[in-house]
């Protein structure tokens, strides 16, 4: 029989614990395509985040080491300039990880032109520890701890992080992408591939924000939760290449 589909290379077989309905299995497994398509998983240290994807150290068939909560950039720095240039350094974040508690280490990352990639997963909520608002939470959504929905007056408006970094001069390549349909998918993983391609060329500071589903937190059905994505995230969060100045630094 022809073997019409077969798991990736970059992805160890060790079952995920993700909840059914979370994107996270579709960006590890994308993640992982590119990884092996670029012949790079040999050369490629991963840094695990604090959050859901905690134990991603345990998925990508690449080497893994695992940072304090927010500090992935900064640990992923020290990384890159301690080893050879053709290694390849991501880190694997979440949005309360990134956006919150390390929104410093991102910044000053991008603001530098580490020569590093990141893959910010964004669902809009603190999925691991039971909920909570998250920078990135939308107007009006309900979280544990917004439970009348988020208030710009009491709890701030969203942060749209691509938009912010784009702004920054050390940035060589910026997209935000989405997984809540096939042709979505496809475009993610070109966008990843692009990203990584980007460090490998040596041109500085690359970053991938996927907007993603959390159906348990967000307390609706998987298939829903991928409506919601559509319907309610990509409207506040467009999809788009927010900086390309990887010419400029060839």
Request: proline share 4%; with cysteine; charged share 20%.
């Amino acid at each position: 029989m022809k073997t019409v589909f077969k798991k990736t290379a970059g992805l160890t077989d060790k079952e995920t614990h993700y909840c059914p309905g979370c994107t996270h299995g579709i960006i590890h497994r994308i993640t992982g395509e590119v990884l092996e398509e670029l012949g790079v998983l040999e050369q490629t240290i991963g840094v695990a985040s604090v959050g859901c994807s905690v134990l991603s150290y345990e998925y990508f068939n690449c080497d893994m080491t695992q940072a304090a909560h927010g500090r992935a950039p900064a640990v992923a720095t020290g990384v890159r300039r301690v080893l050879p240039d053709d290694r390849i350094v991501f880190t694997y974040q979440g949005d309360g990880d990134l956006a919150s508690i390390g929104m410093g280490e991102i910044v000053h990352s991008a603001a530098r032109s580490e020569n590093i990639t990141v893959i910010f997963v964004n669902n809009a909520i603190y999925g691991m520890t039971g909920g909570q608002m998250a920078p990135t939470t939308l107007m009006g959504q309900r979280t544990a701890t917004s439970p009348q929905g988020r208030e710009a007056a009491g709890q701030g408006l969203p942060i749209r992080v691509s938009e912010m970094l784009s702004t920054l001069d050390g940035t060589s390549y910026i997209e935000r992408v989405s997984v809540h349909d096939v042709a979505h998918i496809a475009k993610a993983k070109r966008a990843i591939k692009k990203a990584f391609e980007t460090q490998k060329a040596g041109q500085g500071f690359s970053m991938i924000e996927v907007l993603s589903t959390c159906p348990t937190n967000w307390g609706i059905d998987p298939e829903e939760s991928l409506s919601y994505v559509k319907e309610n995230m990509v409207p506040y969060y467009p999809l788009g290449v927010y900086a390309d100045r990887r010419e400029q630094k060839g």
